[in-house]
């Protein structure tokens, strides 16, 4: 999986696609708001270079990651005349990435895609590695594939258009591979969080390269998350719960960094962490404009259905101290 960081690059995508000599046919699937911004531009300037494009969109949003959208997606490339030699582009945030992983896996049993993504936590950590999903009526992501995208193409620039809301979004997962791996990186976001508040697109970048590559070196160890991946689920077994129970209206990073506190707790609880580092994580996150706080905490027994939980026993990723976790098999009782 190859990953290119270049800021304003998107004048220059028809020519990347050329020289990357994957296909000269593309379906370039998005969400409605993204089709406004940035999808038209790009299908005019494929075609413009000689390339077959279509694009297909689907309504904004987590209400959209569905079984129903993959198959709407599905019939509308064969009514194109899309085939195997096609190559799917995703062009959007997380959900986009997902859902257009997904499609790509299955059409026609599997056609590459290429990723570019357009928020801050697709940069950083869902448009890499392959994982693709959908929600069921049972769960976030329970209907999905390992789909790993031909190359990855992110350009910071495209995060000017992206409500600040997206960006703290973005910024629960960065500060995730702090506490998981890079205490560094925790400390940097931390000393630089006004800055990234601000859309500072530099220290933004340097952010996105230290996350990339952390990601990238886990998923290359553990492609299908058997043991190493596990530790990038740190604050979501509690977080995908928040997540259904608000039908979905929580956005991802929100509902993790609630996830994260709760796993700090257990962490406390169980003597794993200390509190001064719980502490301090949960000082970042409320830093970061991200909430701390929930009055519906999940309790074990909800993540009976969550994908980490095997023979009535969830794995949880639990921190032992800022830049280093643990994962415990712990009984649902």
Request: net charge positive; with cysteine; proline share 4%.
């Amino acid at each position: 999986m190859k990953i290119s960081i270049s800021t304003k690059s998107f004048a220059q995508l028809p020519k990347k696609m050329k020289s990357l000599k994957i296909s000269d046919s593309f379906a370039v699937i998005t969400d409605s708001k993204v089709k406004k911004l940035y999808g038209d531009k790009l299908v005019w300037n494929l075609r413009k270079n000689g390339l077959k494009a279509e694009i297909f969109s689907f309504p904004h949003g987590e209400k959209s990651k569905n079984l129903g959208t993959v198959e709407k997606l599905s019939n509308s490339l064969v009514e194109k005349s899309f085939d195997r030699a096609s190559c799917v582009i995703a062009l959007g945030g997380g959900v986009v990435g997902d859902i257009a992983g997904l499609v790509a896996s299955t059409f026609m049993r599997g056609i590459p895609i290429i990723q570019i993504p357009t928020t801050l936590m697709a940069m950083l950590d869902s448009s890499i590695g392959g994982k693709t999903g959908v929600n069921l009526k049972a769960g976030k992501n329970l209907f999905g594939t390992f789909h790993v995208p031909e190359t990855v193409l992110i350009d910071p620039y495209f995060l000017k258009t992206l409500p600040i809301r997206h960006l703290k979004n973005g910024l629960a997962e960065a500060i995730k591979y702090g506490v998981i791996q890079d205490k560094k990186l925790f400390n940097y976001i931390d000393h630089n969080i006004e800055d990234l508040l601000k859309f500072h697109l530099e220290k933004l970048e340097k952010v996105i390269r230290t996350c990339t590559k952390i990601k990238t070196e886990i998923v290359e160890k553990d492609p299908e998350e058997k043991d190493l991946r596990r530790i990038l689920n740190y604050g979501h077994s509690f977080g995908h719960v928040l997540e259904k129970r608000s039908d979905y209206t929580l956005l991802h990073g929100f509902a993790v960094s609630l996830g994260m506190v709760l796993a700090n707790q257990k962490a406390v609880e169980m003597k794993l962490l200390d509190q001064e580092d719980a502490s301090c994580i949960k000082k970042l996150l409320k830093k970061a404009g991200l909430p701390v706080y929930t009055m519906h905490k999940p309790t074990l027994k909800n993540l009976i259905h969550d994908k980490k939980t095997t023979q009535n026993h969830v794995n949880l990723v639990l921190p032992t101290k800022i830049g280093q976790v643990t994962i415990k098999k712990i009984p649902i009782k």
